[in-house]
T-cell receptor
Framework: QKEVEQDPGPLSVPEGAIVSLNCTYS??????FMWYRQYSRKGPELLMY????GNKEDGRFTAQVDKSSKYISLFIRDSQPSDSATYLC??????????FGTGTSLTVIP | SQTIHQWPATLVQPVGSPLSLECTVE??????LYWYRQAAGRGLQLLFY??????ISSEVPQNLSASRPQDRQFILSSKKLLLSDSGFYLC??????????????FGSGTQLSVL
């Protein structure tokens, strides 16, 4: 079983839609959770970072962590064509190892 | 603010040729440094990480090696490239916050094609 599972998509939505991206994980020791946005042929950009359970909001983006279910989500409100990218989830516990999902490809259609 | 520089952005090399990719970090000291390879649809594969000068941990035995000659410099090398070395290579760094490494920041990546 992989440490982190992420649906690869692709996901295609109309502009203005609410997007929900999800990851599940198996290791209950994970405490720190990240979402990255990656445009084609570019390095991943840290989008959201959360510690432990709960929600964190930043503009149109909301990151949600449910440690009891080992499930994290990223919500994008009022999606824009510029949100078209691959979204990677990542997580870690105390240490130097980061565990990544394989990424979900998102296309927002104007 | 901290920045990470990775070059070149694109590289085409013949099979059997050597490789040297360089990464430098600015605006921080004693970072943890990482080399990842990203294959299409297969996610990020950790190749090497370093917690200090001269300290390299290899995650995957392969045709590649890494070195950290200075605190904020990380180099990925190969003596003889294989076709299977083609891929998108990413350098990354993290800094302990509250004695834990929670955030990882990436460079812009190098697309390597071995022909």
């Amino acid at each position: 079983q992989k440490e982190v599972e992420q649906d690869p998509g692709p996901l295609s939505v109309p502009e203005g839609a609410i997007v929900s991206l999800n990851c599940t994980y198996s290791n209950s020791a994970f405490q720190y959770f990240m979402w990255y946005r990656q445009y084609s042929r570019k390095g991943p950009e840290l989008l959201m970072y959360t510690y432990s359970s709960g929600n964190k909001e930043d503009g149109r983006f909301t990151a949600q962590v449910d440690k009891s279910s080992k499930y994290i989500s990223l919500f994008i409100r009022d999606s824009q064509p510029s949100d078209s990218a691959t979204y990677l989830c990542a997580m870690t516990y105390t240490g130097n190892q980061f565990y990544f999902g394989t990424g979900t490809s998102l296309t927002v259609i104007p | 603010s901290q920045t990470i520089h990775q070059w070149p952005a694109t590289l085409v090399q013949p099979v059997g040729s050597p490789l040297s990719l360089e990464c430098t970090v600015e605006g921080t000291s004693n970072p943890n440094l990482y080399w990842y390879r990203q294959a299409a649809g297969r996610g990020l594969q950790l190749l090497f990480y370093s917690v200090g000068i001269g300290q390299i941990s290899s995650e995957v035995p392969q045709n590649l090696s890494a070195s950290r000659p200075q605190d904020r410099q990380f180099i990925l090398s190969s003596k003889k490239l294989l076709l299977s070395d083609s891929g998108f290579y990413l350098c990354a760094w993290s800094v302990p916050l509250r004695a834990t490494n929670e955030k990882l920041f990436f460079g812009s990546g190098t697309q390597l094609s071995v022909l």
